[in-house]
């Protein structure tokens, strides 16, 4: 008896170990392809700038005489190899040092953090518009699959993910903002409330959590209203992405035996859907999510630009024009950063709820 205890518990001990092994090296890899993905990614965008022409031409071209353009391009290091710029730029963002703007001489790491926290604030919005919209309504479709309802909402999600992102602000703010007047139809605040919330001692940048701990309510009424319609206009683009993931893995859920076995006891349509098959169904959702979170930044600099929003996807457009070296690559970089770790930590949630992933 005691051998076959001792064999029984040496088999699980293997097992857990085994699989603790698994878990490890799986979200080592991961977290290793982190460095690849941003190189590959900051490498692209470095080379593309380079050939669509240096800034100091760009600005100052009609202004200058060739020897003096020549003297800027040399203080700026334009007129280096190109494979010297590539490393010295590496070597660069390996140290944290993201440069200075060559249009304003502003640092690359100030204008990232002036503005990263409203593009912040603006992608965790939209990711509660799209989560509100999307996982619900996929729920309704697969309750009625193939039927008007689930037609209907197939449609919408069609529409939502196919229109494009500033398409859907400018009919937004002509419908909310110019028709009915009942929403502001860009800005992040008001003047005033702006002027509060800015200075503000140690301000976060993120104007509604600011607006919460001024304690002024008329502030954040304020800012929830400036919100509402870039918001929309970049949720409802993942809302449709998340819609038809959630009723097709709904449904594959809704035919598993278990669910049949519910219903054979005469479980309810409602509570089979939000009580049994929900939970396995929102597994691949995890996942999806963090590739999500690119479109999202990618989406906000559309947005941004419609709605005047001041945060790294407007500054983005405004630097592009001017193809400001610097400015661009750092934030790329910063957007690569955040898709890449994102995504590390969505593989982490979903090892840790689903083992086979490990594998």
Same mark, same amino acid.
């Given at each position: 008896?005691?051998?076959?205890?001792?064999?029984?518990? @040496?088999?699980?001990?293997?097992?857990?170990?085994?699989?603790?092994? *698994?878990?490890?090296?799986?979200?080592?890899?991961?977290?290793?392809?982190?460095?690849?993905?941003?190189?590959?990614?900051?490498?692209?965008?470095?080379?593309?700038?380079?050939?669509?022409?240096?800034?100091?031409?760009?600005?100052?071209? =009609?202004?200058?005489?060739?020897?003096?353009?020549?003297?800027?391009?040399?203080?700026?290091?334009?007129?280096?190899?190109?494979?010297?710029?590539?490393?010295?730029?590496?070597?660069?963002?390996?140290?944290?040092?993201?440069?200075?703007?060559?249009?304003?001489?502003? /640092?690359?790491?100030?204008?990232?953090?002036?503005? @990263?926290?409203?593009?912040?604030?603006?992608?965790?919005?939209?990711?509660?518009?799209?989560?509100?919209?999307?996982?619900?309504?996929?729920?309704?479709?697969?309750?009625?699959?193939?039927?008007?309802?689930?037609?209907?909402?197939?449609?919408?999600?069609?529409?939502?993910?196919?229109?494009?992102?500033?398409?859907?602000?400018?009919?937004?703010?002509?419908?909310?903002?110019?028709?009915?007047?009942?929403?502001?139809?860009?800005?992040?605040? *008001?003047?005033?409330?702006?002027?509060?919330?800015?200075?503000?001692?140690?301000?976060?940048?993120?104007?509604?959590?600011?607006?919460?701990?001024?304690?002024?309510?008329?502030?954040?009424?304020?800012?929830?209203?400036?919100?509402?319609?870039?918001?929309?206009?970049?949720?409802?683009?993942? /809302? *449709?992405?998340?819609?038809?993931? &959630?009723?097709?893995?709904?449904?594959?859920?809704?035919?598993? =035996?278990?669910?049949?076995?519910?219903?054979?006891?005469?479980?309810?349509?409602?509570?089979?859907?939000?009580?049994?098959?929900?939970?396995?169904?929102?597994?691949? &959702? &995890?996942?999806?999510?963090?590739?999500?979170?690119?479109?999202?930044?990618?989406?906000?600099?559309?947005?941004?630009?419609?709605?005047?929003?001041? *945060?790294?996807?407007?500054?983005?457009?405004?630097?592009?024009?001017?193809?400001?070296?610097?400015?661009?690559?750092?934030?790329?970089?910063?957007?690569?950063?955040?898709?890449?770790?994102?995504?590390?930590?969505?593989?982490?949630?979903? /090892?840790?709820?689903?083992?086979?992933?490990?594998?």
């Amino acid at each position: 008896m005691s051998v076959l205890t001792e064999e029984a518990t @040496g088999a699980v001990g293997t097992s857990d170990g085994a699989t603790g092994y *698994g878990l490890t090296r799986y979200l080592v890899v991961r977290f290793l392809l982190i460095i690849p993905t941003v190189l590959v990614l900051v490498s692209v965008v470095f080379f593309l700038m380079r050939v669509s022409g240096d800034p100091i031409t760009t600005a100052f071209g =009609d202004r200058l005489t060739p020897a003096q353009l020549q003297v800027k391009l040399h203080q700026a290091g334009y007129d280096r190899p190109l494979l010297t710029q590539y490393l010295d730029y590496l070597r660069s963002l390996a140290t944290g040092d993201f440069g200075r703007t060559a249009t304003d001489n502003q /640092a690359v790491s100030q204008v990232l953090r002036t503005y @990263g926290a409203a593009t912040v604030e603006l992608a965790g919005y939209a990711m509660l518009v799209a989560l509100a919209v999307g996982v619900p309504l996929g729920m309704v479709a697969a309750s009625y699959r193939d039927r008007a309802p689930d037609a209907a909402l197939r449609l919408f999600a069609i529409v939502n993910y196919a229109t494009p992102v500033f398409f859907l602000g400018l009919l937004l703010k002509l419908v909310f903002a110019v028709w009915l007047g009942w929403l502001p139809a860009s800005g992040r605040a *008001g003047i005033d409330v702006q002027l509060e919330l800015q200075n503000q001692t140690s301000s976060t940048g993120l104007y509604l959590l600011d607006a919460i701990r001024s304690g002024d309510g008329s502030a954040v009424l304020d800012v929830l209203r400036h919100a509402v319609l870039p918001s929309l206009a970049l949720g409802l683009l993942v /809302a *449709g992405v998340l819609l038809r993931l &959630v009723r097709t893995n709904l449904i594959g859920t809704l035919s598993a =035996d278990y669910i049949e076995a519910a219903r054979s006891r005469g479980v309810s349509r409602f509570r089979l859907v939000t009580r049994h098959a929900t939970r396995p169904a929102l597994i691949p &959702v &995890v996942t999806v999510l963090g590739l999500q979170i690119a479109g999202l930044l990618g989406g906000t600099v559309l947005t941004e630009t419609t709605f005047e929003w001041k *945060g790294l996807g407007y500054e983005l457009a405004h630097y592009l024009t001017l193809r400001d070296y610097p400015a661009v690559q750092g934030i790329v970089a910063l957007f690569a950063v955040v898709v890449a770790v994102t995504n590390f930590l969505v593989d982490v949630v979903a /090892a840790l709820i689903d083992p086979r992933v490990r594998y």
